[in-house]
């Protein structure tokens, strides 16, 4: 595939995305999906002025010299960009992988989105600190939760907790085995003037501090579940493709009655059917009720589509499947 013809999707993708670009750059979006605008094997994520590109190529020297040319083009497009960093899937080392500056001297430690301003370490891991699928519900949450209490768990960099808090929510725990992760969610709480609580960030196992939580009578108005693909530690496995309904009814009795549930799978080979499924057993029994699927951006889901996804993500508009439940208790 020629440089010429990734160019001609680049400009279609920007063009579709202009509306994204406030006149400060501080926002955060997907630039270019390839995997469903036409190459699969880039990338390309904008937070702040710092543009991110992510090689998926299986041999990733064989995408070095189009990924030149095409930060070239950008830097030339879109001239307000001042860093880039180049993360690579398969990339033989982890400082490869977590992403490298290759141009610009500084990447951008924030962003804001609908007025709040989230704390981003575009290298701390293999993802980017922020997750840009999620961005509608962020903004659901902020809208939703005013005056609820709320357990954030898998809270990875805690922007859901941040959201919750910017929308009023009288109190949130934030729960992560790393620490590393909860410290920049301590940062986005400085950012936005919010006091940080030391107590309300709980660095434990999911599984541990679920059962602790149990064993003390804990109850929230909302708990969100947005646990990564597959894990495992010594407490316990999470396994998003054979087994979400677990996870969910792990923290079902720690939600109060009138409360919400909001539930996250993000396996690719889960389609949106299989995962409507299991919620729909899970509600059988009358004590959770689907309320709301949130959708993905449409920056991040592709615009100018291309062929077909690897499963069918309908009645969710991505392999990201966002749910909200109402909660109903005995």
Same mark, same amino acid.
């Given at each position: ?20 670009m ?8 997907r ?19 710092t543009?991110?590109?992510h ?10 010299? +189009?990924i ?6 950008? #830097?030339?497009? $879109? !001239?307000?960009?001042?860093?880039? @960093?180049? =993360? ?5 080392t ?5 992403g ?8 951008d ?41 709320v357990?954030?768990?898998f ?9 919750? +808090?910017?929308?009023?929510?009288s109190?949130?725990? #934030?729960?992560? $085995? !790393?620490?590393?992760?909860?410290? @920049?969610? =301590? ?11 030391k107590?309300d ?24 579940i ?10 316990g ?22 409360g ?12 949106? #059917?299989t ?32 062929g ?10 991505h ?10 208790k005995?």
């Amino acid at each position: 595939m020629t440089t010429s013809f990734v160019i001609q999707l680049l400009e279609k993708a920007i063009a579709s995305r202009l509306s994204l670009m406030d006149s400060q750059h501080e926002s955060a979006f997907r630039l270019f999906n390839g995997f469903t605008e036409g190459y699969p094997d880039l990338t390309l994520d904008i937070y702040g002025r710092t543009l991110v590109i992510h090689n998926y190529a299986d041999d990733p020297a064989q995408n070095q010299s +189009l990924i030149q040319e095409v930060t070239v083009y950008l #830097q030339n497009a $879109l !001239n307000w960009l001042h860093a880039g @960093i180049l =993360k690579v899937r398969n990339g033989k080392t982890q400082a490869e992988k977590k992403g490298t500056l290759i141009f610009g001297d500084e990447p951008d430690r924030k962003i804001k989105e609908h007025g709040v301003w989230y704390a981003v370490d575009l290298t701390i891991h293999r993802d980017s600190s922020l997750y840009l699928d999620t961005r509608i519900l962020r903004k659901w949450i902020m809208d939703h939760l005013k005056d609820k209490s709320v357990l954030n768990t898998f809270a990875y960099t805690g922007s859901f907790g941040v959201a919750a +808090l910017k929308g009023g929510a009288s109190r949130v725990v #934030q729960v992560d $085995l !790393n620490r590393g992760f909860l410290n @920049i969610a =301590k940062e986005s709480y400085t950012l936005n003037g919010i006091p940080i609580q030391k107590g309300d960030f709980i660095s434990r196992d999911f599984f541990e501090q679920v059962g602790n939580m149990k064993r003390e009578n804990k109850r929230f108005d909302c708990v969100i579940i947005d646990p990564p693909f597959y894990s495992t530690t010594s407490k316990g496995k999470v396994d998003q493709v054979h087994d979400s309904a677990r996870l969910i009814n792990k923290v079902h009795p720690l939600i109060n009655d009138g409360g919400i549930l909001i539930a996250i799978n993000n396996a690719l080979y889960v389609s949106g #059917q299989t995962y409507i499924q299991t919620l729909e057993e899970l509600c059988k029994d009358g004590y959770l009720k689907i309320k709301e699927l949130i959708p993905v951006p449409e920056d991040f889901t592709g615009y100018n589509k291309v062929g077909s996804p690897i499963t069918d993500p309908s009645p969710f508009n991505h392999s990201t499947k966002i749910a909200v439940l109402d909660v109903r208790k005995k």
